[in-house]
């Protein structure tokens, strides 16, 4: 089964920026993987994915234009820069090998204080 690591998750200030990483144990879902959040008290939701039928990145309304998600095959590594964080964007954020977030990794915590 497939093994996933997320790191980069800190506690940041808002207007900070984060970079995190997904690395892999195998070679990437090759239709479709994302990343997700939870935030406490609330359901995991998709934030952002690409889909290699589409060849398209997608970003929920939240994050668009704030977040940027990019996947390197090759080295079976996935990110996701966070730019201009709010303390809204306070969650766990998994990395996923599908785009229903089933196949995911155990999370890092980001923490934004306002």
């Known amino acids: 089964r497939v093994q996933l690591v997320e790191s980069g998750g800190d506690s940041v200030q808002a207007g900070g920026s984060l970079r995190l990483s997904c690395k892999s144990s195998?070679?990437?879902?090759?239709?479709?993987v994302g990343w997700f959040r939870q935030a406490p008290g609330k359901e995991r939701m998709g934030i952002a994915k690409?889909?290699?039928?589409?060849?398209?990145?997608w970003y929920h309304e939240s994050v668009r234009g704030r977040f940027t998600m990019s996947l390197d095959r090759a080295e079976r590594t996935m990110t996701l820069q966070m730019n201009g964080l709010k303390p809204e964007d306070t969650a766990i954020y998994y990395c996923?090998?599908?785009?229903?977030?089933?196949?995911r990794g155990q999370g890092t915590q980001v923490t934004v204080s306002s």
């Open positions: 690409i889909d290699s039928g589409t060849g398209m990145t």
């Open positions: 996923a090998d599908d785009c229903s977030g089933q196949t």
């Open positions: 195998e070679d990437f879902n090759v239709y479709c």
